[in-house]
C-alpha cells in the first residue's frame, strides 16, 4: 500500500541541474521526515539529505551543500530534491525514505560529458 516512486533522474552534463521528485502515497505523508540517500556502484548507500515533516529543517550532507536543496510539499505528497551544479562524483541511484524505513524503487542519475 505504501509507494515512493522517484522520477526526474537522467543524463546531465557536468554542471547541469536536476530536480528529482518522490511521489508517497498509502500513508500521512505530513507526519514522517523525509530523506533523499543515494547509491554509487559497489559504494555504501549514503545519506544526502533530509527534511522535517512540515519541512521547517533540512540537513545536507557536507558533499551537496550549497549545491542540492531538499524541499517537500505537503499538500501534493511530494519530496524534492533540487541539484544544482552536477560532478560526476553525484552520479548514483538517487532514493527517497520515508522516516519509517520504506525506500523508493529509485532514480539513475548519471552526470558525464
Known amino acids: 500500500q505504501v509507494q515512493l516512486v522517484e522520477s526526474g533522474g537522467g543524463l546531465v552534463q557536468p554542471g547541469g541541474s536536476l530536480r528529482l521528485s518522490c511521489a508517497a502515497s498509502?500513508?500521512?505523508?505530513?507526519?514522517?521526515?523525509m530523506s533523499w540517500y543515494r547509491q554509487a556502484p559497489g559504494k555504501e548507500r549514503e545519506l544526502v539529505a533530509t527534511?522535517?515533516?512540515?519541512?521547517?529543517?533540512?540537513n545536507h550532507a557536507d558533499s551537496v551543500k550549497g549545491r542540492f536543496t531538499i524541499s517537500r510539499d505537503n499538500a501534493k505528497n511530494t519530496v524534492y530534491l533540487q541539484m544544482n551544479s552536477l560532478k560526476s562524483e553525484d552520479t548514483a541511484v538517487y532514493y527517497c525514505?520515508?522516516?519509517?524505513?520504506?525506500w523508493g524503487q529509485g532514480t539513475q542519475v548519471t552526470v558525464s560529458s
Open positions: 527534511i522535517t515533516r512540515n519541512g521547517g529543517s533540512t
Open positions: 525514505q520515508a522516516e519509517f524505513g520504506r
Open positions: 498509502g500513508f500521512i505523508f505530513s507526519l514522517y521526515a
